[in-house]
């Protein structure tokens, strides 16, 4: 077993996570912030970084870095493996048949803005309709909006509850309208809901459409394998799941991709060119023009490996003890409001102060040492549903403690003596 977790002697309990171990691991954790010891609760932002992923980005650059593909000399063939290796070890990670169906790309945003550019251009005609949920974030709307503009298809929305959840008749309700492509989140970023997948994505194939599965914010906390979710198209960033920023991938099924024109052109995405005709490479060659972010690759496989040395299961285990500590916490406090009560979540905790606007406490907090996020989220339609200008998000990482939960709590109480 891992340095990471230890194992319960008797064999009755499942394994734990050794807390000191992986806090240590974290160098920007052991700070003082306004006089404070630093609370990093803002994870479903960014993740911070362990030290063996700031290592092997340090090591890249000091031994072997070069241009990858292209080169014959010995720098340049052991950076294009540092590359292919960090691919494979994503394949692996997200359960894809073969290499050829991960694409890196900088992050979530850009692996659902390649999809709605070339899948869009090959397969949207006027009169289409694309379908989004209205719990995603503005990375899942925003690009299929610019899409259906371009090419006169109708953008359709799938409401949800106010526990945040989908409304699964809703959502066939939209799904009568064949939509030609379903664009949903596996984890809300503004509330914390994990959705039930793999049966969306089926009642949305059964009815003729391709899926896109947004999953930054599920990557970090739950083992995904999209040939079980048999979605189309899974994206998520490194960075929320511990690896730089600048590196994140599209998976896409190959059939698809094969079918799909490139969205950019440029080096490393052709097999020839003349001035009158360009071959297009491979798969996933096809879909990554110009230099790519091969130390953001090689950081982004030392942070699965992070993760795998814990176990995504002892992980999501640690997270969720932490999510109902809160919760319950919340729920004492008959003026703090959880925005987001589904029955499945993951990571966050988003919520109202009565009387206090979100931007005074997320400033407060940050007085008293501690990070959180305040504002929309990048989610406003979610802001619009709940009558919201903004909420204040506590999220998780595997370094967080319940130690931590108190001081929030505890900051929190003093906030709303002060505000109210
Ligand atoms: N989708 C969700 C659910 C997110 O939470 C985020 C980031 O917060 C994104 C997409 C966009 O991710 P990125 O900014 O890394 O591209």
Wanted: proline share 5%.
């Amino acid at each position: 077993m891992p340095q990471f977790v230890q194992e319960d002697t008797t064999g009755i309990n499942p394994p734990r996570i050794d807390i000191d171990a992986v806090r240590a691991a974290f160098p920007i954790l052991d700070q003082e912030v306004k006089g404070k010891p630093l609370v990093y609760l803002d994870s479903a932002a960014s993740s911070q970084k362990p030290v063996s992923v700031i290592d092997a980005i340090a090591e890249y650059y000091r031994r072997d870095h070069a241009n990858v593909h292209r080169g014959v000399h010995t720098l340049s063939e052991r950076a294009t493996d540092a590359y292919e290796g960090a691919r494979e070890r994503c394949r692996a990670f997200l359960g894809a048949a073969g290499t050829t169906e991960i694409v890196f790309t900088r992050g979530t945003t850009e692996s659902i803005n390649l999809v709605a550019a070339s899948f869009g251009e090959t397969f949207v005609k006027p009169g289409d309709v694309i379908l989004v949920t209205e719990m995603e974030h503005h990375s899942n709307i925003v690009p299929w909006q610019m899409l259906c503009q371009r090419h006169g298809a109708t953008l359709a929305v799938a409401p949800m509850t106010d526990a945040g959840e989908m409304d699964l008749e809703a959502f066939d309700r939209q799904l009568d309208r064949q939509p030609v492509l379903v664009a949903i989140t596996h984890v809300s970023n503004a509330l914390g809901t994990v959705n039930p997948v793999a049966a969306l994505v089926r009642r949305a194939r059964d009815a003729g459409a391709k899926v896109l599965v947004d999953g930054a914010q599920a990557v970090p906390h739950l083992s995904v394998d999209v040939k079980a979710l048999d979605c189309d198209f899974y994206a998520f960033s490194g960075h929320k799941v511990y690896a730089p920023t600048g590196i994140g991938v599209l998976y896409g099924r190959e059939s698809l991709l094969e079918a799909m024109n490139p969205w950019q052109g440029g080096g490393e995405m052709i097999r020839e060119v003349t001035f009158d005709h360009t071959e297009y490479n491979v798969l996933p060659h096809k879909f990554e023009a110009g230099t790519p972010n091969v130390s953001g690759a090689v950081g982004l496989k030392a942070a699965i490996d992070f993760v795998d040395d814990i176990g995504l299961r002892n992980i999501a285990a640690h997270e969720s003890d932490l999510l109902r500590y809160a919760t319950a916490k919340a729920a004492e406090r008959e003026w703090f409001r959880v925005v987001g009560q589904a029955a499945a979540k993951a990571g966050v905790l988003s919520f109202d102060i009565e009387g206090a606007h979100p931007n005074d406490v997320g400033m407060m907090l940050d007085a008293e040492g501690i990070a959180v996020r305040a504002g929309h989220h990048c989610a406003m339609p979610v802001m619009q549903h709940f009558d919201l200008p903004a909420t204040v998000r506590a999220s998780l990482g595997v370094y967080n403690t319940r130690e931590e939960i108190d001081k929030l709590f505890a900051s929190i109480d003093k906030i709303r003596d002060l505000l109210v």
